[in-house]
DNA sequence: GATAATTGGTCAACATGGCTGACATAAAAC
DNA sequence: GTTTTATGTCAGCCATGTTGACCAATTATC
C-alpha cells in the first residue's frame, strides 16, 4: 500500500489517515458507551443489559430469536441478562397470540423509564457531535459506518428498515 | 434515510436520527473488530493483547505508564497481557536510558509482523469504507467521532499528534 | 545521605459477559 | 404421531475488566 502519488484524489487512504480512524473508532466507542455504562453499574447491570433493553424497547414485542439474531450472541449468553432483566421488572415476556412457544418481549414502565434514562445521555452526546459537526458531517459520518459493517449486519439493518 | 425535512434546519437532530448512530456505533464496532479478533484467536490472544501491540507500535519506546494512560485500565489488568507479550516474545522492554525506572516498550520482527497483519485487516474495512463515502464523507467522519470523545480523550490525542 | 516519591510489577479475589455442550419442554408443522 | 421449532437451563471455561495489598529499584528532595 506504498500510494506515494503526490496528487490524486486517492492521497486519504494513506495508512495515517487509516489508522487515524482506527484508532478514532476505538476512542469514540469507549467514551460514548462510558457514561451508560456508569448508570448501569448503580443498577448492577452491565453493558449486554444495555442492549437487550434497548433493542426490547426498539422493537416492542420482538421475539427472543429477533433479539438473538440482531445481538449475535448465544441464548445461554441472552438468557443469562434476560432472565435477570425479567426478574427484575424491566422486562416482561407474553406468550405470542399466534405461536404460543413465543415469548414476546416488552419493557415494564420501569424498564421504559430506564431505557430512556440509557438513550438519553447517549443521544446527548449524539447531538452536542452532531450540532458541531453539521448535517453534511453526519451524512458522512453515517456514510462511513455503513461502510464497515460485515454484509450480512448491512442486510439485517435493511430489512429491519422496510418493516417500519 | 427519508429525508422529508419540510422545513427547519435542525429536523436532523430528531430521536430518530440520534438512534440510528447509537445502533450504527454499536454495529459498526463489532463489526470492525471482528476480523482482528479471529486472527488474534488462533494465536490464544484477545483483544487487549491487540491494543497493547498496537499501541506499542505506533509509539515505540513508549513507557508503561504512557500506555496504561492511552488505555485506561488498571495496571494489573494491563499486566496481565503485557508479560504474556514479553514471554511469547512480541514485545520487549528496554531499561531507559535516561531513567533506569522505566522499562521503555517495543515491538520486536514477530511482533512487528503480527502488528502489520492485524492493521491491514482494520485498514482495508476501512480504505473500503472510506473510498466508498469519499473524502468529504471521510472528513464528516472524523469530525463526528471526535465530538463524541471525552475531553481528557481529545486533549490526550492532541498531545500526541503535536509530539510527532 | 536519609527520606520520600515515582515507576513498574505481583499476588489474590471478584464480576461481567462471551463461549461450548448437553439436555428439557411446550407448541407447531408435517 | 413423529419431527421440528422456540425457548430455557445447568455446568463449566475463558478473557478482561476491577479492587486492595504489598514490594523493589530508582530517582528526587530536604
Same mark, same amino acid.
Given at each position: 500500500?506504498?500510494?506515494?502519488?503526490?496528487?490524486?484524489?486517492?492521497?486519504?487512504?494513506?495508512?495515517?489517515?487509516?489508522?487515524?480512524?482506527?484508532?478514532?473508532?476505538?476512542?469514540?466507542?469507549?467514551?460514548?458507551?462510558?457514561?451508560?455504562?456508569?448508570?448501569?453499574?448503580?443498577?448492577?447491570?452491565?453493558?449486554?443489559?444495555?442492549?437487550?433493553?434497548?433493542?426490547?424497547?426498539?422493537?416492542?414485542?420482538?421475539?427472543?430469536?429477533?433479539?438473538?439474531?440482531?445481538?449475535?450472541?448465544?441464548?445461554?449468553? &441472552?438468557?443469562?441478562?434476560?432472565?435477570?432483566?425479567?426478574?427484575?421488572?424491566?422486562?416482561?415476556?407474553?406468550?405470542?397470540?399466534?405461536?404460543?412457544?413465543?415469548?414476546? &418481549?416488552? &419493557?415494564?414502565?420501569?424498564?421504559?423509564?430506564?431505557?430512556?434514562?440509557?438513550?438519553?445521555?447517549?443521544?446527548?452526546?449524539?447531538?452536542?457531535?452532531?450540532?458541531?459537526?453539521?448535517?453534511?458531517?453526519?451524512?458522512?459520518?453515517?456514510?462511513?459506518?455503513?461502510?464497515?459493517?460485515?454484509?450480512?449486519?448491512?442486510?439485517?439493518?435493511?430489512?429491519?428498515?422496510?418493516?417500519?
Amino acid at each position: 500500500m506504498a500510494d506515494i502519488k503526490p496528487f490524486g484524489k486517492a492521497l486519504f487512504l494513506r495508512e495515517e489517515e487509516l489508522r487515524r480512524g482506527i484508532e478514532l473508532m476505538y476512542f469514540a466507542y469507549r467514551d460514548f458507551t462510558g457514561e451508560a455504562d456508569s448508570i448501569l453499574a448503580e443498577q448492577d447491570m452491565g453493558r449486554a443489559h444495555h442492549r437487550a433493553i434497548y433493542f426490547v424497547g426498539r422493537h416492542p414485542g420482538m421475539r427472543v430469536s429477533d433479539l438473538l439474531a440482531i445481538l449475535n450472541i448465544t441464548k445461554q449468553s &441472552l438468557s443469562r441478562v434476560l432472565s435477570t432483566l425479567v426478574t427484575d421488572g424491566y422486562i416482561i415476556q407474553k406468550t405470542g397470540a399466534g405461536d404460543r412457544r413465543q415469548r414476546l &418481549l416488552y &419493557l415494564t414502565e420501569k424498564g421504559i423509564v430506564l431505557e430512556a434514562r440509557l438513550t438519553e445521555v447517549q443521544g446527548r452526546r449524539f447531538a452536542a457531535a452532531y450540532r458541531n459537526a453539521g448535517a453534511k458531517a453526519v451524512e458522512g459520518f453515517q456514510h462511513v459506518l455503513q461502510g464497515l459493517l460485515d454484509a450480512e449486519t448491512r442486510s439485517q439493518i435493511d430489512r429491519q428498515d422496510q418493516n417500519e
